[in-house]
């Protein structure tokens, strides 16, 4: 019976779903946050010392952290990001901030407001500045200068008079900024031409008033930061920058707009293929993965996250877990139609034979992602927050989402042919013959995976010995996120030479072999140097490129106890991970296939270190990235892969001998093996586009993706599953047993797996 009321239903939920995300999109889109790397900022982490070397206690982190906030508010820069880290630091990230230079000097001030005697005697200090006191101005000869007004006209009265005191030639008020007990003195600063202190005015007479003049030789902007840093109070600390980075305006506009485009071509090609291979199941795919992609964004917006290349790459992620989910469903309806059934009977079972592996693959992942968000650090916790929230919603569309719509046209009885999955009737057999999926041929019957294992194992055993030597000899590439040092990237309207800029930078003073061209149009160029710049020579060294290139350049400089966290947290973020997927597979199947996990991720890992290692590619943060984006395929590659396996062991009542073991290992893998190849090629896509058309910042990424992606497919099938196959041979042999089905439950249903 045809039930036209369903196709109605669909089109009107279809049409709404567009109509609200068409009508609200611009305004969405309009609130998204963007990152350093996404639209230019300041980006700095401050390790935090007290004055007097006491603790560093939570009352005195609040204290910097509100008079920063106080401070940045003097830019006007929309949604600044202070946060406190740890027990004593605290990292403020500015985006889209164009005086980069001047935000910088202005937040470390510690601008220790006092007034003294040429003795260094103090006579007054910042709490007799009433609040929001200083100002920016003129004097009568047009000079800028900075007024203060002050709280007790009285007692600038007796300071004045103090100063008369001393008598001629000693009758000197000295206004000082960030005064430094035992080290700082009149005496010593007076004779320089640059002395330390803001100004020394000549008293004459008694001065019973609140208003006060500071005169000096200051341009415009700095009475502006003067101002605005008295007004938002001394810190109560010193702060040491130990890791920082500036992205100009030019690179972030570049990098955001080159990676949306080959990110947008990229998912068009994905949509073409869905609807070609997959008909029906690709067309709901395409409205899953449209509606998937708004929520993030909307998600993003209502929790006030930020959006950068690394959450990129997570969403990237996560559009492959989505599409990775509707392929799943759709294999496993096509299997159900070629066996015989109905199209509203393939759709039931295979949408609930496909829900176990999805939530197995995803739950997996979402353990890696919150031991990341927990364990990680700045871009490191952006990627694990993208992809939690990626992995929450790809459950919610393109499982629910996409079986509801899905449902709603395959049980309106229009869509029986199974043409509209992608079956030909000719391969669709009858119900009759009473065959299972097991018993279904495949494109890749002729592969004998098992058969084959010990030249698998062989092939890694040499890749991995291999790979010790090169990353013995040539070492990792390490950027400047793993060691301390400072990297800065030019950008100018012309196609740069090597030899021009290495030239350019010795002339400046800053002296670098290590000078790469970059970009397609060979305009950037990025130096490197084992040094980190103190806060002078980054904006010493920003303006001069700024006045000969026209762009302001890209900064980062790290400490060397920076890069080392980075490597520690990296490391215990994957060994707790490989703990936790360990337990997990345990309960959910059994711990052999734990193992066989494990070993492939390691292997994944260690093939791309020894590429990049092999290829010079620089390992820096988005690297890591990289690196867990491969994490997270390669488990959810291996649980679907396992999933199978589990589910045709479950069909047999008992199997006696490794031959039977061994077809049906190999049987899985074959009928796994199309939805890995198509799951795989789809993200592919996306890869090689963000390769050909994206950032360079985030070609190095790209890379070891599309490495990763293919070693992961490979691991998957050719490692875990033959480790497993391994191991429960030998077990096997051990006991003298054979493998029995285990009545364990499935995913959404009160049956067992069987």
């Not at 609040?62 to 820069?77: C, E, H, I, P, Y």
């Not at 003294?116 to 006579?123: A, H, K, M, Q």
């Not at 006060?212 to 341009?219: E, K, L, Y």
């Amino acid at each position: 019976m045809k039930l036209v009321n369903r196709i109605i239903t669909f089109t009107l939920i279809v049409l709404l779903l567009f109509t609200g995300m068409g009508t609200t999109v611009q305004g969405v889109l309009d609130k998204v946050k963007l990152g350093l790397d996404l639209q230019g900022g300041f980006e700095v982490l401050y390790e935090v010392e007290t004055l007097d070397g006491s603790k560093v206690t939570p009352s005195v982190l609040a204290d910097t952290n509100a008079a920063l906030n106080r401070r940045v508010n003097a830019f006007g820069v929309s949604e600044p990001s202070i946060a406190i880290e740890g027990e004593n630091r605290i990292r403020v990230q500015l985006a889209g901030l164009d005086d980069q230079s001047s935000a910088r000097e202005l937040l470390s001030s510690t601008a220790n407001l006092t007034f003294r005697d040429v003795d260094d005697n103090l006579l007054l200090d910042g709490t007799d500045l009433k609040e929001g006191g200083a100002n920016a101005t003129f004097d009568d000869r047009n000079q800028p200068i900075v007024t203060l007004t002050l709280k007790d006209a009285t007692k600038f009265a007796e300071a004045t008079q103090h100063v008369l005191d001393m008598g001629p030639g000693k009758n000197l008020l000295v206004v000082w900024l960030d005064f430094e007990e035992g080290v700082d003195s009149y005496a010593a600063e007076a004779g320089k031409e640059e002395p330390k202190f803001a100004s020394a005015a000549s008293v004459s007479q008694v001065l019973n008033t609140t208003n006060v003049m500071i005169q000096g030789s200051f341009t415009v902007e700095e009475t502006k930061s003067l101002a605005s840093v008295l007004n938002s109070g001394s810190l109560p600390v010193k702060l040491t920058e130990i890791y920082s980075t500036s992205v100009g305006a030019q690179f972030g506009e570049q990098a955001l707009t080159s990676t949306v485009f080959a990110g947008v071509i990229g998912v068009l090609i994905i949509f073409v293929f869905m609807l070609l291979y997959y008909r029906l199941p690709g067309i709901i795919a395409i409205i899953t993965l449209t509606v998937f992609t708004y929520l993030v964004l909307v998600v993003f917006n209502g929790i006030n996250a930020v959006l950068t290349l690394p959450g990129i790459a997570a969403v990237v992620l996560g559009i492959g877990m989505a599409v990775d989910a509707n392929i799943l469903t759709a294999e496993r309806i096509r299997e159900e139609l070629r066996v015989g059934h109905s199209a509203k009977e393939a759709f039931k079972l295979g949408s609930k034979q496909s829900l176990s592996a999805i939530v197995d693959a995803q739950l997996t992942t979402l353990l890696v992602a919150i031991v990341l968000f927990y364990f990680g650090t700045s871009s490191v916790k952006g990627f694990a927050t993208t992809l939690i929230i990626t992995i929450l919603l790809s459950f919610v569309t393109a499982v629910w989402g996409s079986r509801m719509l899905l449902g709603l046209l395959v049980n309106s009885g229009y869509f029986d042919n199974p043409v509209w999955y992608g079956i030909a009737k000719s391969k669709q057999h009858k119900l009759e013959e009473g065959l299972k999926a097991l018993d279904l041929t495949t494109k890749f019957d002729r592969l004998d995976f098992v058969g084959h294992r010990r030249k698998f194992y062989a092939f890694s055993l040499i890749i991995l010995v291999v790979g010790v030597v090169i990353i013995g000899i040539f070492r990792l590439n390490l950027g400047i996120d793993f060691l301390s040092g400072t990297r800065v990237e030019i950008l100018a309207d012309r196609e740069l030479v090597q030899e021009e800029m290495i030239d350019y930078l010795e002339g400046m003073g800053f002296t670098s072999e290590d000078v790469i061209i970059s970009g397609e149009e060979k305009n950037i160029a990025v130096a490197r140097y084992k040094d980190e710049f103190s806060q002078q020579e980054i904006l010493d060294l920003k303006a001069q490129v700024k006045a000969d290139f026209n762009h302001e350049p890209s900064v980062s400089a790290v400490s060397s106890t920076v890069g080392e966290e980075l490597v520690k947290n990296a490391i215990k973020a994957l060994v707790i991970s490989a703990i936790g997927i360990i337990i997990y597979v345990a309960i959910r199947f059994e711990w052999r296939m734990g193992v066989g996990t494990i070993i492939s991720l390691l292997h994944d890992v260690f093939f791309i270190v020894a590429i990049f290692s092999l290829l010079r590619l620089e390992v820096e943060i988005t690297f890591v990235a990289a690196v867990l984006t491969i994490v997270g395929y390669s488990i959810n590659d291996t649980i679907v892969t396992f999933d199978r396996i589990r589910e045709n062991v479950n069909h047999q009542e008992k199997i006696t001998t490794k031959e039977e073991l061994a077809n049906i290992v190999n049987k899985s893998l074959r009928q796994t093996m199309g939805r890995s190849v198509n799951t795989v090629l789809t993200v592919i896509i996306v890869v090689v586009a963000l390769i050909f058309l994206g950032a360079p910042s985030i070609q190095n990424f790209s890379i070891a993706l599309l490495i990763g992606l293919v070693t992961g497919m490979y691991s998957s099938i050719c490692i875990a599953a033959q480790i497993w196959y391994s191991l429960k041979v030998r077990e096997m042999s051990k006991t003298g047993g054979g493998v029995v089905k285990k009545e364990k439950k499935q995913w959404g249903t009160d049956e067992p797996v069987v």
